[in-house]
Structure formats: structure tokens, C-alpha cells
């Protein structure tokens, strides 16, 4: 890691090179907050790029909503009470990264000055991967205390 940015680390996932602490093998954080603000960031970046317009006003407006979304809720989630407050909050964020990685395929398509976003587009998708797995693994666990409690109820 060089100057700390997104950019700067892209050889962290070179074959043969060990990341740097708390990075994952492509270089990216396995911090959830850090990550998902560094996909806000990037959002803002390419809302730059968009032509501005009275046609593209909406889009990018949508865009940067649905972008910086999902780090807003991950840090909500991560300050929430209880654990149903976190999961709501984390089912929002992925579903603002579903609508961001469909914002980022269809700019790709129509607004070829925007450049190409298909990597881009993939950040999106791990992130509504990683923020899948989250609640499904709270709900899992969850029942499998109930279960037990069920199993000691039953055995007195």
C-alpha cells in the first residue's frame, strides 16, 4: 500500500504477493464501513463523469442516492440497538447496491463518455453478496439458539 487510495493498492492482488494487513487478496478492505465509503467515493467520482443534462439530471441524481446508500446504512447498522434494527439496516444497503450496480450497467450502456464501469459493476455485486450472507447467518444462528433452548425446555 503506496498512497492509500483504492488505486494505489490495485497490485495488492498480484499473484504471489501477500496483501497487506486487513486487505483481501484483490487489495480491497475486509473492512465493511471502510469498504462500502470507498464505494460511495468512487460513486461520486463517476457522477462526475455523467454529462450533465436535463435528460441525465435523474439518473444522477439516482445514482449518488443509491450509491452512498449503502455505506450510510452499513454505518447505521453498525450503530444500531438491537440486532433487528441491524439487519433491517443491512437489507437496505443491499438492496441500494443492487439498484447502484443496475445505475452502473446501464450508464455503462448509454453513456459511453462515462467510460467503461463493468469493474465497477462488480464491486456492486460483491457488496450485495457480502450484505446476502450477513442477515441470512444472524437468522441461522438465531434459530439455532431457539433450537437449543427448545432441546433443554424439552429434556426438564
Not at 120 to 127: F, R, S
Amino acid at each position: 500500500m503506496t498512497g492509500g487510495t483504492p488505486e494505489s493498492d490495485a497490485g495488492a492482488g498480484a499473484p504471489g504477493k501477500v496483501p497487506p494487513p486487513g486487505r483481501t487478496p484483490s487489495g480491497k478492505p475486509y473492512d465493511l464501513r471502510e469498504r462500502t465509503f470507498l464505494f460511495a467515493r468512487r460513486c461520486l467520482q463517476i457522477s462526475r463523469r455523467i454529462p450533465h443534462g436535463p435528460e441525465n439530471h435523474v439518473l444522477i441524481e439516482q445514482f449518488v442516492d443509491a450509491g452512498t446508500s449503502v455505506g450510510a446504512n452499513v454505518e447505521e447498522a453498525d450503530g444500531s440497538n438491537t440486532k433487528k434494527e441491524q439487519r433491517s439496516c443491512l437489507v437496505i444497503a443491499r438492496r441500494s447496491a443492487c439498484e447502484t450496480r443496475c445505475r452502473l450497467k446501464l450508464l455503462t450502456a448509454e453513456i459511453p463518455q462515462v467510460g467503461d464501469l463493468r469493474e465497477d459493476a462488480d464491486e456492486a455485486g460483491q457488496l450485495v453478496r457480502i450484505l446476502s450472507t450477513a442477515p441470512r447467518n444472524w437468522v441461522t444462528n438465531f434459530l439455532g439458539d431457539f433450537g437449543r433452548l427448545l432441546r433443554c425446555a424439552r429434556s426438564t
